[in-house]
């Protein structure tokens, strides 16, 4: 379908058909003190010429170091095949269609997405994305709070070992419908939630529990427990999950006794490359009971007038261009191209591939402790089992020390010390499965001359 | 289109019909003309029974496969009944709109006499029949 912008001349038919004097008169209802008449922070307009230029050389600046650095957004192969789809004009539109009379190609994609990252998750549905990650767990705790009637108190309990962006957007997005945050300590020998951090609050009404796995130091949680405790007190469990673990562990939908009700998490790892930070995409699944309460959009399978199977938007009295005002949220889209990508990435892989991706992340995460852990006065912090990341305890501040990698062509991790400054010199370092074992002792090798 | 407006209820402009008991507890549904409107209900979201609510406040939410609107309720009250059975079966508001298709029982104190009577509901529903666009099919796709 073509973008074809307005002409003055078309814009001034509709504005006279509506008896509408200006454009500006649309905008009538908007507040004045909300309008912004000028943006004095933005530069003028480059030629597209000058544009390239500029681009060229900030390119150039750029070097590709060798990347140890996780901490929610990951390094993996994608397979060439996957953007070269992707990439096709069929694909190429982040936009969900609402004729399926025309769009069948891409609802089936969008369809074989939601039924992935629903088996992947072990959860009944699975929306077609919202923004990223971080947003799709705001979107998940106020489904929550909507869908537990047996708590009134719009409060949420939040690990400190959620991703601190995480818990910086959730908080943006939700204090404003007077969602409260209460944040649990963490275990500072495990790196985990202890279950003894939740007995304060057994008893008191709270909407719902975040369970991250694994969670920000790459730790593993206790899902089973967690998700019971949460489920024992009337909490819904909300999960916030890493999507390449799923290959390997236990998926949510089966965490506990009865499995956790919301999981989301950011489906970057699925296809989409490390562009400067985006765009990324979100993912939301949750039990059947839940899915009214659901935001973005949802395809579904049926059958045309001849019995010919096909697919089609389904459920949209949730939505916003029905219900306005009173829908489940003000997402009425999704990011098609990026799950694309990753439908096209899963694909590709299949559940023995990404078994495999999950499982040399691990192995190499690991065998990088070790030799980093060898070198003195360098030593693991947490003593959990841990996914594809883990803390390091380094003899000088890990900002200095990051400096120093960096000009030795390595990104070394993510300085953990704004955000947790009780671990002191703390790193976050991640091996996925693009590091080699010559990329890991290249490391060690350039960590060990500067300690 | 000819629907039921049975003449002991009272009714709303938007299209609740209300059944007064003498303990103080009136039942409310949604018109027979409301559900053809509506076509055919694919869920009810109800509320909870000791909800308080305001006349013409918003109680419980009905979507059918071509819109969803909201259940206004008719008077001031509590909440003291919902009908469970509409949870998996809806469609008993299309089958029978002033008896099984029941949705939830205030308790007021309310004066049904600030209602509509069936021939001043009846006047509305022929109003609404002549202008193409009912109010309760205003919900159309968009971007």
Not at chain 2, 116 to 135: F, K, N, R, T
Request: hydrophobic share 40%; net charge negative; aromatic share 6%.
């Amino acid at each position: 379908m073509p973008f074809i912008p307005h002409t003055l001349d078309d814009v001034r038919v509709m504005l006279d058909t509506i008896d509408v004097p200006a454009l500006e008169t649309l905008f009538d209802e908007i507040p004045p003190s909300l309008r912004i008449s000028e943006l004095p922070a933005l530069p003028d307009a480059l030629t597209e010429w000058q544009v390239s230029r500029l681009m060229t050389e900030r390119a150039a600046e750029l070097s590709q170091p060798l990347c140890f650095l996780g901490a929610g957004a990951y390094e993996h192969h994608i397979p060439a095949a996957v953007w070269e789809i992707a990439g096709r004009g069929e694909f190429y539109s982040a936009y969900t269609p609402y004729q399926p009379e025309a769009s069948q190609g891409t609802l089936q994609v969008l369809y074989e997405y939601q039924s992935m990252m629903a088996g992947l998750t072990g959860m009944a549905v699975s929306n077609a994305s919202l923004y990223d990650g971080a947003s799709a767990l705001a979107e998940a705790l106020l489904m929550a709070v909507r869908a537990n009637r047996k708590s009134k108190s719009k409060r949420v309990l939040v690990p400190r070992t959620l991703h601190p962006f995480y818990r910086k957007a959730v908080r943006s997005i939700v204090h404003n419908q007077d969602i409260e945050l209460v944040t649990l300590p963490y275990d500072p020998s495990g790196g985990h939630t202890l279950k003894e951090a939740l007995v304060p609050y057994a008893g008191q009404d709270f909407a719902a529990l975040v369970i991250p796995q694994p969670n920000f130091f790459g730790v593993l949680e206790d899902v089973d427990e967690l998700t019971d405790w949460a489920h024992r007190h009337d909490l819904l469990a909300v999960a916030v999950v890493n999507p390449t673990t799923l290959a390997v562990l236990k998926p949510p939908g089966e965490w506990g006794r009865t499995g956790a009700d919301i999981t989301c998490g950011d489906g970057q790892p699925f296809g989409s490359p490390l562009n400067s930070g985006g765009p990324y995409f979100g993912f939301l699944c949750c039990r059947k009971e839940l899915v009214r309460q659901m935001p973005g959009r949802l395809v579904g399978r049926t059958v045309d007038l001849d019995g010919k199977p096909g697919f089609t938007l389904t459920l949209q009295a949730r939505e916003q261009h029905i219900r306005r005002s009173k829908a489940t949220s003000n997402i009425c889209t999704n990011q098609g191209l990026m799950v694309t990508a990753a439908t096209l990435y899963l694909s590709l892989l299949g559940p023995h591939g990404l078994e495999q991706v999950a499982a040399i992340c691990h192995a190499n995460t690991r065998m990088l402790v070790e030799l980093l852990s060898a070198i003195p006065g360098v030593s693991q912090i947490f003593n959990r089992p841990m996914f594809h990341e883990a803390v390091l305890k380094l003899p000088h501040p890990a900002s200095e020390i990051l400096d120093g990698l960096l000009a030795r062509g390595i990104l070394g991790g993510f300085d953990l010390s704004s955000e947790y400054p009780e671990l002191g010199n703390a790193l976050l370092v991640c091996a996925t499965e693009t590091r080699t074992e010559a990329d890991l002792r290249q490391y060690a090798e350039a960590l060990a001359m500067m300690v | 289109m000819s629907s039921t407006i049975p003449s002991e209820l009272r009714y709303t402009e938007t299209h609740e019909w209300v059944r007064s008991q003498e303990d103080g507890i009136v039942t409310v549904g949604i018109t027979d003309y409301a559900q053809h409107l509506l076509g055919d209900l694919v869920f009810v979201e109800l509320p909870e029974a000791g909800r308080v609510v305001t006349a013409a406040e918003g109680c419980a939410v009905i979507e059918s496969v071509k819109a969803a609107s909201d259940v206004y309720s008719p008077v001031d009250g509590v909440i003291v009944e919902v009908n469970e059975l509409l949870a998996d079966n809806p469609e008993l508001i299309n089958q029978d709109p002033y008896e099984e298709g029941w949705i939830l029982r205030i308790k007021t104190s309310a004066d049904m006499e600030g209602l509509l009577d069936a021939a001043a509901y009846e006047l509305i529903a022929i109003d609404e029949d002549e202008d193409e666009e009912g109010s309760l099919t205003n919900s159309k796709l968009a971007g």
